[in-house]
Protein backbone atom coordinates (compact mmCIF):
# COMPACT_ATOMS: atom_id res chain seq x y z
CA UNK A 1 0.00 0.00 0.00
CA UNK A 2 2.63 2.25 0.90
CA UNK A 3 4.51 1.79 -2.14
CA UNK A 4 1.58 2.17 -4.56
CA UNK A 5 1.36 5.83 -2.89
CA UNK A 6 4.57 6.78 -3.56
CA UNK A 7 4.56 5.78 -6.98
CA UNK A 8 1.21 7.40 -7.01
CA UNK A 9 2.72 10.84 -5.56
CA UNK A 10 5.94 10.57 -7.62
CA UNK A 11 3.56 10.47 -10.58
CA UNK A 12 1.68 13.73 -9.34
CA UNK A 13 4.97 15.58 -8.86
CA UNK A 14 6.56 14.84 -12.03
CA UNK A 15 3.51 16.01 -13.37
CA UNK A 16 3.28 19.32 -11.70
CA UNK A 17 7.17 20.15 -11.72
CA UNK A 18 9.81 20.00 -14.33
CA UNK A 19 13.42 21.43 -14.73
CA UNK A 20 14.72 24.28 -16.94
CA UNK A 21 15.79 22.28 -20.28
CA UNK A 22 19.01 24.87 -20.51
CA UNK A 23 19.63 24.54 -16.64
CA UNK A 24 19.78 21.22 -17.21
CA UNK A 25 21.50 20.80 -20.22
CA UNK A 26 24.12 22.78 -19.24
CA UNK A 27 25.01 21.27 -15.69
CA UNK A 28 24.28 17.72 -16.93
CA UNK A 29 26.85 18.42 -19.80
CA UNK A 30 29.44 18.93 -17.28
CA UNK A 31 29.67 15.64 -15.86
CA UNK A 32 31.26 12.56 -17.30
CA UNK A 33 29.31 9.89 -15.66
CA UNK A 34 26.01 12.19 -17.23
CA UNK A 35 27.09 12.30 -20.48
CA UNK A 36 27.65 8.66 -20.92
CA UNK A 37 23.94 7.90 -20.76
CA UNK A 38 21.48 6.72 -23.21
CA UNK A 39 18.86 9.42 -23.85
CA UNK A 40 16.11 7.48 -21.52
CA UNK A 41 18.80 6.69 -19.23
CA UNK A 42 19.16 11.19 -18.95
CA UNK A 43 15.21 11.56 -18.74
CA UNK A 44 15.27 9.15 -15.92
CA UNK A 45 18.25 10.56 -13.97
CA UNK A 46 16.05 14.19 -14.69
CA UNK A 47 12.83 12.30 -12.77
CA UNK A 48 15.02 11.82 -9.92
CA UNK A 49 16.23 14.74 -10.22
CA UNK A 50 12.82 16.58 -9.62
CA UNK A 51 12.14 13.73 -6.90
CA UNK A 52 14.82 14.06 -4.71
CA UNK A 53 14.99 18.30 -4.82
CA UNK A 54 11.00 17.70 -3.68
CA UNK A 55 11.68 15.27 -1.17
CA UNK A 56 15.15 16.38 0.21
CA UNK A 57 16.23 19.68 2.10
CA UNK A 58 19.17 21.04 0.75
CA UNK A 59 20.08 24.10 3.27
CA UNK A 60 23.29 26.10 3.61
CA UNK A 61 24.58 26.45 6.73
CA UNK A 62 25.29 29.99 8.51
CA UNK A 63 25.44 32.90 6.25
CA UNK A 64 26.19 30.91 2.95
CA UNK A 65 23.43 31.21 -0.07
CA UNK A 66 22.63 28.87 -2.40
CA UNK A 67 20.85 28.91 -5.59
CA UNK A 68 18.51 26.71 -7.77
CA UNK A 69 21.39 25.88 -10.13
CA UNK A 70 23.96 24.68 -7.05
CA UNK A 71 20.87 22.46 -5.81
CA UNK A 72 20.23 20.97 -8.98
CA UNK A 73 24.34 20.00 -9.28
CA UNK A 74 24.50 18.55 -5.99
CA UNK A 75 20.97 16.48 -6.75
CA UNK A 76 22.47 15.16 -10.45
CA UNK A 77 25.48 14.17 -8.28
CA UNK A 78 23.30 12.38 -5.49
CA UNK A 79 21.12 10.58 -7.91
CA UNK A 80 23.55 9.05 -10.94
CA UNK A 81 24.04 6.63 -7.64
CA UNK A 82 20.46 5.61 -7.56
CA UNK A 83 19.42 5.86 -11.08
CA UNK A 84 18.82 2.01 -11.51
CA UNK A 85 18.15 1.86 -7.60
CA UNK A 86 15.01 4.41 -6.92
CA UNK A 87 14.55 7.11 -4.67
CA UNK A 88 13.65 4.89 -1.72
CA UNK A 89 17.58 4.03 -1.62
CA UNK A 90 17.34 7.51 -0.06
CA UNK A 91 14.43 7.22 2.28
CA UNK A 92 15.96 6.96 5.74
CA UNK A 93 17.27 10.39 6.24
CA UNK A 94 15.74 13.89 4.68
CA UNK A 95 19.07 16.85 4.62
CA UNK A 96 21.70 17.79 3.05
CA UNK A 97 23.77 20.69 4.46
CA UNK A 98 26.42 22.70 2.49
CA UNK A 99 29.10 24.84 3.82
CA UNK A 100 31.10 27.46 1.70
CA UNK A 101 34.40 25.19 2.64
CA UNK A 102 35.74 22.59 4.63
CA UNK A 103 34.19 22.45 8.30
CA UNK A 104 35.06 21.24 11.48
CA UNK A 105 32.01 19.86 13.04
CA UNK A 106 33.33 19.10 16.46
CA UNK A 107 31.85 16.58 17.24
CA UNK A 108 32.65 14.47 20.61
CA UNK A 109 33.35 10.88 20.12
CA UNK A 110 34.90 7.90 22.76
CA UNK A 111 37.97 7.37 21.65
CA UNK A 112 40.11 3.60 22.03
CA UNK A 113 40.61 4.55 25.27
CA UNK A 114 36.87 5.01 26.85
CA UNK A 115 38.09 8.87 26.91
CA UNK A 116 35.64 11.63 25.04
CA UNK A 117 37.50 13.40 22.75
CA UNK A 118 36.56 16.33 20.34
CA UNK A 119 36.77 16.15 16.76
CA UNK A 120 38.60 19.12 15.36
CA UNK A 121 39.46 17.87 11.62
CA UNK A 122 38.15 19.65 9.10
CA UNK A 123 35.79 17.72 6.40
CA UNK A 124 35.20 18.05 3.00
CA UNK A 125 32.35 16.28 3.74
CA UNK A 126 30.65 13.72 6.18
CA UNK A 127 27.12 11.22 6.05
CA UNK A 128 25.61 10.65 9.05
CA UNK A 129 23.51 7.89 10.13
CA UNK A 130 19.53 8.32 9.41
CA UNK A 131 21.41 12.26 9.98
CA UNK A 132 22.20 15.03 7.07
CA UNK A 133 24.64 14.58 4.54
CA UNK A 134 27.16 17.64 4.78
CA UNK A 135 29.18 19.03 2.21
CA UNK A 136 31.84 21.51 1.62
CA UNK A 137 30.95 23.72 -1.05
CA UNK A 138 34.32 24.21 -2.49
CA UNK A 139 34.87 20.43 -2.40
CA UNK A 140 30.99 19.97 -4.66
CA UNK A 141 32.69 22.28 -7.21
CA UNK A 142 35.55 20.36 -8.10
CA UNK A 143 33.60 17.57 -9.66
CA UNK A 144 33.67 19.40 -13.13
CA UNK A 145 37.26 17.96 -12.97
CA UNK A 146 36.43 14.56 -13.98
CA UNK A 147 39.47 13.54 -11.69
CA UNK A 148 38.07 10.68 -9.79
CA UNK A 149 37.26 12.53 -6.80
CA UNK A 150 33.67 13.47 -6.01
CA UNK A 151 32.47 14.83 -2.93
CA UNK A 152 29.06 14.28 -3.60
CA UNK A 153 29.47 10.44 -4.87
CA UNK A 154 31.40 9.71 -1.90
CA UNK A 155 29.16 10.89 0.98
CA UNK A 156 26.16 9.38 -0.85
CA UNK A 157 27.91 6.02 -1.56
CA UNK A 158 28.11 6.33 2.30
CA UNK A 159 24.38 6.50 2.58
CA UNK A 160 23.61 3.40 0.99
CA UNK A 161 26.32 1.56 2.72
CA UNK A 162 24.30 2.51 5.99
CA UNK A 163 21.19 1.84 5.08
CA UNK A 164 21.99 -1.70 7.13
CA UNK A 165 23.62 -0.20 9.74
CA UNK A 166 27.37 2.20 10.51
CA UNK A 167 29.14 2.21 7.03
CA UNK A 168 31.45 -0.70 7.48
CA UNK A 169 32.32 -1.56 3.51
CA UNK A 170 29.21 -3.77 3.29
CA UNK A 171 25.82 -2.19 1.95
CA UNK A 172 22.58 -4.02 1.89
CA UNK A 173 22.82 -6.15 -1.56
CA UNK A 174 20.41 -7.74 -4.19
CA UNK A 175 18.87 -10.79 -3.95
CA UNK A 176 21.00 -11.82 -6.88
CA UNK A 177 24.28 -11.22 -5.23
CA UNK A 178 26.73 -13.36 -3.40
CA UNK A 179 27.95 -12.04 0.12
CA UNK A 180 31.25 -13.98 0.36
CA UNK A 181 31.85 -12.64 -2.71
CA UNK A 182 31.30 -9.64 -2.15
CA UNK A 183 33.25 -9.73 1.03
CA UNK A 184 36.42 -11.65 -0.60
CA UNK A 185 36.70 -9.50 -3.45
CA UNK A 186 36.36 -6.16 -1.17
CA UNK A 187 38.75 -7.60 1.85
CA UNK A 188 41.84 -8.17 -1.04
CA UNK A 189 41.19 -4.70 -2.69
CA UNK A 190 41.37 -3.28 0.33
CA UNK A 191 44.69 -4.89 1.58
CA UNK A 192 46.31 -4.99 -2.06
CA UNK A 193 45.63 -0.85 -1.89
CA UNK A 194 47.02 -0.62 1.44
CA UNK A 195 50.26 -2.62 0.22
CA UNK A 196 50.63 -0.96 -2.58
CA UNK A 197 50.42 2.61 -0.28
CA UNK A 198 53.12 1.29 1.77
CA UNK A 199 55.22 0.73 -1.39
CA UNK A 200 54.45 3.33 -3.08
CA UNK A 201 53.11 2.08 -6.12
CA UNK A 202 50.25 3.42 -8.35
CA UNK A 203 46.72 2.31 -7.51
CA UNK A 204 43.73 4.23 -9.31
CA UNK A 205 42.58 5.02 -6.08
CA UNK A 206 43.00 7.70 -3.39
CA UNK A 207 44.91 6.78 -0.51
CA UNK A 208 41.83 7.85 1.54
CA UNK A 209 40.46 4.61 0.43
CA UNK A 210 42.79 2.94 2.85
CA UNK A 211 41.61 4.51 6.05
CA UNK A 212 38.87 1.95 6.25
CA UNK A 213 36.95 -0.41 4.60
CA UNK A 214 34.23 1.87 4.85
CA UNK A 215 36.11 4.45 3.20
CA UNK A 216 37.51 1.96 0.50
CA UNK A 217 33.75 1.58 -0.73
CA UNK A 218 33.12 5.45 -0.79
CA UNK A 219 36.48 6.23 -2.63
CA UNK A 220 36.09 2.99 -5.04
CA UNK A 221 32.38 4.47 -5.53
CA UNK A 222 33.73 7.58 -6.66
CA UNK A 223 36.09 6.44 -8.69
CA UNK A 224 33.28 3.59 -10.67
CA UNK A 225 31.30 6.72 -11.80
CA UNK A 226 34.12 9.21 -13.06
CA UNK A 227 37.00 7.17 -14.17
CA UNK A 228 35.46 3.91 -14.33
CA UNK A 229 38.70 2.67 -16.82
CA UNK A 230 40.83 2.73 -13.95
CA UNK A 231 39.06 0.78 -11.08
CA UNK A 232 38.79 -2.05 -14.38
CA UNK A 233 42.29 -1.73 -14.27
CA UNK A 234 43.40 -1.81 -11.02
CA UNK A 235 40.37 -3.90 -9.56
CA UNK A 236 38.38 -5.35 -11.81
CA UNK A 237 36.45 -7.39 -9.68
CA UNK A 238 36.08 -4.42 -7.94
CA UNK A 239 34.57 -2.92 -10.67
CA UNK A 240 31.83 -6.22 -11.23
CA UNK A 241 30.57 -6.41 -7.67
CA UNK A 242 30.07 -2.24 -7.84
CA UNK A 243 28.00 -2.84 -11.49
CA UNK A 244 25.93 -5.20 -9.52
CA UNK A 245 25.37 -3.40 -6.55
CA UNK A 246 24.80 0.05 -8.82
CA UNK A 247 23.37 -1.87 -12.03
CA UNK A 248 25.27 0.71 -14.14
CA UNK A 249 28.04 -0.25 -15.97
CA UNK A 250 29.59 2.95 -16.66
CA UNK A 251 33.18 1.27 -18.16
CA UNK A 252 31.49 0.07 -20.76
CA UNK A 253 29.83 2.93 -21.60
CA UNK A 254 32.93 4.45 -21.55
CA UNK A 255 34.50 2.02 -23.90
CA UNK A 256 31.32 2.94 -26.76
CA UNK A 257 31.89 6.68 -26.26
CA UNK A 258 35.78 6.63 -27.08
CA UNK A 259 34.89 4.32 -30.04
CA UNK A 260 31.99 6.28 -31.39
CA UNK A 261 32.59 7.05 -34.99
CA UNK A 262 32.50 10.44 -36.33
CA UNK A 263 29.45 12.39 -37.87
Not at 207 to 218: K, N, W
Request: glycine share 4%; with cysteine.
Amino acid sequence: MLKAFRAWRHRRLLAKYSLDDGLWQRLSSRLVFVTRLSESEQARLRELCVLFLHEKQINAAGDFVLDHEMKLGIAIQACILILNLGLDSYDDWVEVIVYPDEFIPRQEYMNEHGLMQTDHHAYAGQAWLRGPVILSWSNVETAWRHDGANVVIHEFAHKLDMRNGDADGFPSLHADMNRERWTQTFTQAYEDLCWRLRRGEPSGLDDYACESPAEFFAVASEVFFECPELLVENYPEVYSQLSMFYRQDPASKELAVQWEPAQ
